[in-house]
Structures are given as C-alpha cells and as structure tokens.
C-alpha cells in the first residue's frame, strides 16, 4: 500500500509539474546582428550573436532554428500544403511553385559556434538542426555565432520585396531565429504558412543599405542624427558619410524583430497622450496621403483605448508602415498594405495594433491556440472601431457570430485545439482562430457578465504580460474574478465542436393562474440561460436559470431578474412557471443579448 501511495504521489506530481499555471519558466535569447543588404539584388549577409539562457528545468542536448525564408521555393512545404489544400488561398496558391531562381526566398547557415566551438547542424527545409557538443544544464548559458546570408523573396506571404504596392523591402522572418522551447518541449515547427511562437530578449540590430532608403523597424532607433528622414533631433543637422546609411535599432523585452524599407517613405510621428511615439511610414503616394494623415489621430485614439481596456502599452515606439501583403502584427509594429478606403485603413490598423497585446505582450503559443490571439485580438479591436469611428450597433460582434454560425453548421468544424497548419480548411482555420475565438470572450461576457469580463482582461495582463499563457491560464484569470467554475466552458467551446442549442419547446397553462415554460436542451453544449417574459400589459420578467455545474450565479444587472433553480446539464428538458396566466404572457425569448451562440435561433422565440 505504502508504494502505491508513493506512485500516485509521484505521479500527481509530475501532472502538477506540467501546468503552464502552477510552475512556471521561460527561456531567454538575446540577439545582436549585423545585416548588410545589397538592395539591387535583394541579397544580404549577416553575422549573428545570440546569448540563450536555459531558464528551464531540463537539460538540453539539441537546439533548433527558424529558417523561414526557406519556405519561399518551389517544393516546400507552404508551396505543397498552399496547393493541395480544398480551398487553396489566393494570396498564396501555386506562385511559390512559380518563382524563378532569383525570385526565391532563402536562409543558409554558413558558419555556427557554441562559446567558440564548431557545431554540426543539418537544414531541412525551414528548420535548422543542430547538435551540441555540450548540453545546455539547467540554469546555464550558451553563447552562439552565426555567420547567415539570405534572398529576399517576391512578396507573396508577408514577407518580400516589390509588393504589390510598390514597397521594397518587408522584412519579416528574415533571420535565422532560434525556436522556442516551453514546458511542452520544443516547438520547432515549419513554416507552413500560419502562425508562431517566439523566445523572449532584447535585440540590437545594425542594418546597412542604401542611404536613398528610409527604415521603419521593431525597437528605438539609436543613431538617429545620421540618418535623418525626421528620425533626428530638431534643428540637428544630419551627418551621413558613404553610399549606405547604418541604421541601429534596440528593442528589449521583445520575442520578434521586423523591418521595412523604401526609398519613397514618408515618414510622421506623432506623440501620444501617453508618451509613446508613434512613427507612419507609407508611399508618396497622392492617392493615399489623405487617408494616412487622418488616421495618425485615430491611431493615438486606439492605443488610449487599449491601454485602457487592458493595459498599458509598455514600449517607447509603436510603428505603422506600409507593406507586406494585408496586415500582419510584428513587435512595436505593422506592416499593412495602403492602398484602401479610410473605413479599412482604420480597421486593418486596430486589428493589428491590438496584437501589441494580444501576442506581442501576452504572447500565445499561436500554433496550438491561434484562437487565443486572432479571436481576443478580433474581439477587442471590434470595441475600439466602435470606439474611435463613433459608430453605434446592438452587438458589434455580429460579424464573428454569424461566422461562427457558418462555420457550426458547415459540417468541416474542427476544434480549437487544432493546431493551425492542420485545419482541412483556410475557412475553418479561419473561422475558428477568428470569429469563434472572438464569440468566446464576448459569449464569456454573457456567462459572467461584462464588468467581470472586463476586470478579467485587466487581471490577465496583469498576471501574464511579457509570458506565454495558455488557455488553462486565461480561463482560471476568469474564475479568479468571477467566482464561477468554468472549466466546462473552455473544455466545450475549444477542445469539442458542441453546438448550443437551446429552444421553447412549449408555453402552457400551469394549475391556478400560473403559466409554465418548457425549455428544451437540444445541442451538446451547456449553458446557462436567460428568459425574458413579455406579458400583454406592456411589462416584462428577466428568469435566470443558473447552469449546475458553474455553481455560481451571474450577478444581477436588472433589479427586476428572477433567478429559478440550477439546470442540470444532462437533463434535456426544464421547466419554470410566472404567475401570469397564459393569457396575458404576449412572447417568450431566449437571450434577448443575442451573446449566447446558439445555433438555431428559430426556436428561441414563442410569440402569440
């Protein structure tokens, strides 16, 4: 008895052991680099420092490195999967398979030490492998050099050069980054064309190109009186020496490095109310001026209501540019395409400057819970629109919920646990990481109530900015707050494809003068649920009915709520009685927030 007491004890403390939440580490890696870029041929090298320290408990034998430039050949695994999928996209399809040499992406490792030492590593498509000579004890830090040299390729995914706008450079996913190694192991993970998850540290980057060329970049420009461009102190005159300008950017506490460059970037800034310096680099371009300079103001309008919703934004400098494909999120910055109506250029800036938080502050494993960052992200930035364009609407999540509804009643749903290169679809991939991932915190309003949702953003960032969350993390955030037990919610909305559904199944005379309401539980997955009851005299009743196993009660935001005994979640049917008589009961309606993401929306009314 006494040693099988002691393997359960082991082993509950293994289970412990490997909660995100209870016992938490992460690793660190420093980068200092030196990039010189030939802009005629869109080719550079690079000499790259990177410190990592082993925070973990384990001892490592092995290290892994990005290396997603590679991607961008015919052949690889985005050219494949881009043009073998059901419903390839149209951003990506078979121009991969297409390029030219020249065209190409490309990152080779041509030399790689450890603290001196040769290492032997092996490039399999966008992944380097290398082998130590040594392992990495727990607690102990390696230094590593690398000599690297790269091929810019056409832009097609986010990163590239000559977009279709005419940008030259973004420069994203450029250098061979090291992969990140969590309490989950490593997550050395192709470059298949979705999402990433990224090693905290500080950078120092020195870039060299042409001098024609102005660089918007992640981090604080350093040397900012020789290079000019309205980077300099006022009234300094700019020293510029040589036919290439060296740019020096810092950045710390950041788990990314990006940048971008063109000859004709203007280039405004702007001070916000909280001291952050907003930089806006974009085309000297007529046709789009106009809009670039309106939305400087909203932008400011937007980072204000961030820090006040979440949190504060913690950086110096966050940087709008022109570039890339659409828009993509990358540390202290953007890279979104110019060239569209005001209404997008506002919209696609929210989305993406909400990442700063959701991703780039509270950084998400965004290949096992893309949901966690596209669906709070998409959630948060929906408010802000609402917000800063001073429009008025019943739920400005109407657009994530009927996709969501799309997506539940496709019959091609797959869980939110799906990793996000594994979705048999764009649409589903799209659907889930998006408009489900943002119908579960604006669904979680409705179960907790807003002011505890809200409380719950702020206290999340408070427990998890500058980590790496998990699901498990933000959902205890939210029980913390609430009182509520809300594993069920999490295990159902993101690890199953349950529906909710629940429907009137009749309204009849009860014994007295009473009326009985008959509700039926039709999909899978529990909920609790609100009934107002409207009664020909022109007054109404809100009924609350508790779910059993939240063991809690949403607080009141109506003195006039009734709240009726729990619903068990196996019992499909339950029933309440108002002492009304049928008579005078006009209509019958499931929650009239239309928060609650049930599937059927038909059988959610009676009316006489």
């Known amino acids: ?17 490997a909660q995100n939440s209870t016992t938490y580490w ?56 881009s043009r073998t999928i059901q419903d390839p996209s149209s951003r990506i399809g078979s121009q991969i398979a297409n390029l030219s040499a020249s065209q190409q992406g490309y990152l080779k490792v041509n030399s790689l030490t450890r603290d001196g030492q040769p290492l032997s590593y092996e490039e399999v498509g966008t992944v380097l492998e290398v082998e130590l000579n040594e392992p990495i004890l727990p607690g102990q830090k390696a230094v590593f050099n690398m000599k690297f040299s790269g091929q810019v390729p056409k832009q097609i995914r986010r990163s590239g050069r000559n977009n279709e706008e005419g940008v030259a450079l973004s420069m994203t996913q450029w250098f061979p980054k090291l992969a990140e190694y969590d309490f989950q192991g490593w997550h050395a993970d192709p470059y298949i064309a979705r999402e990433f998850h990224g090693v905290w540290g500080d950078y120092d980057v020195k870039l060299s190109l042409d001098k024609d060329y102005i660089v918007g970049a992640t981090g604080v420009l350093q040397n900012p009186n020789e290079i000019g461009y309205g980077y300099q102190d006022e009234g300094v ?14 950045a710390k506490d950041v788990h990314d490095f990006s940048w971008a460059a063109d000859p004709e970037y ?44 979440i949190g504060p934004y913690p950086w110096p400098q966050y940087s709008v540019i022109q570039g890339g494909d659409g828009g993509m999120e990358y540390a202290m910055l953007t890279l979104i395409t110019g060239e569209r109506s005001f209404g997008s250029l506002v919209g696609v800036t929210a989305h993406e400057m ?26 948060i930035a929906d408010l802000a629109m609402e ?31 799906t990793h996000a290169d594994r979705y048999t679809t764009n649409f589903a991939y799209g659907a889930a990481a998006y408009s489900k991932g943002a119908v579960f915190l604006a669904q979680l309003g409705y179960i907790i109530g ?49 529906t909710i559904d629940y429907g009137i199944q009749s309204v009849e005379k ?48 109506n003195e006039d709520r009734r709240v009726v005994a729990d619903w068990p979640w196996a019992y499909p049917v339950y029933s309440f009685t108002v002492d009304k008589p049928l008579a005078e009961v006009s209509s019958v309606k499931i929650d009239n927030s239309d928060l609650m993401a049930d599937v059927n929306p038909e059988n959610d009314l009676y009316e006489k």
């Not at 660190?28 to 869109?42: G, I, L, P, R, W």
């Open 237 to 250: 005159q700019v020293n510029r020496k040589g036919q290439k300008l060296n740019w020096h950017f810092i």
């Open 450 to 498: 807003e002011r505890n949702l809200q409380e719950t953003l702020k206290r999340y960032y408070d427990e998890w900015k500058f980590k790496h969350p998990t699901p498990n993390d933000f959902i205890r955030v939210a029980e913390k707050v609430s009182g509520a037990e809300l594993d069920w919610y999490l295990t159902d909305w993101t690890q199953t494809t349950n």
């Open 354 to 379: 909400a990442h700063a938080w959701f991703q780039h502050l509270l950084a998400t494993n965004e290949s096992k819970h893309e949901w966690m960052d596209e669906g709070f992200t998409s959630y």
């Open 510 to 557: 009860a014994p007295g003068n009473d009326t009985r309401i008959v509700l039926e539980r039709i999909g899978e997955m529990p909920m609790p649920v609100e009934v107002t009851v409207s009664y020909t005299d022109g007054t109404s009743e809100e009924v609350y009915i508790p779910l059993q196993m939240m063991r809690w009660e949403k607080p009141s935001e």
């Open 26 to 81: 992460q690793q660190e890696a420093n980068y200092k680099m030196d990039v010189d870029m030939n802009v005629n041929n869109f080719r550079y090298t690079g000499n790259q420092e990177l410190e990592y320290i082993n925070n973990s408990p384990d001892t490592l034998k092995r290290v892994f490195y990005h290396l997603f430039f590679n991607a961008f050949q015919p052949g690889s695994e985005m050219d494949i999967r």
């Open 1 to 17: 008895m006494k040693n099988i007491f002691l393997a359960i004890t082991f082993i509950t403390t293994l289970a412990v052991g």
């Open 387 to 417: 917000d800063v364009m001073n429009t008025e609407s019943e739920n400005p999540f109407e657009g994530s919920y009927n996709n969501y509804y799309r997506l539940a009643t496709s019959g091609i749903e797959q869980p939110q646990t």
């Open 266 to 309: 203007v280039h405004d800034k702007r001070t916000a109310e909280d001291g952050t310096v907003l930089h806006f680099l974009y085309k000297d371009n007529p046709e789009i001026v106009e809009n670039w300079e309106r939305l400087q103001p909203l932008t400011e309008e937007l980072l204000l209501y961030f820090n006040e919703h």
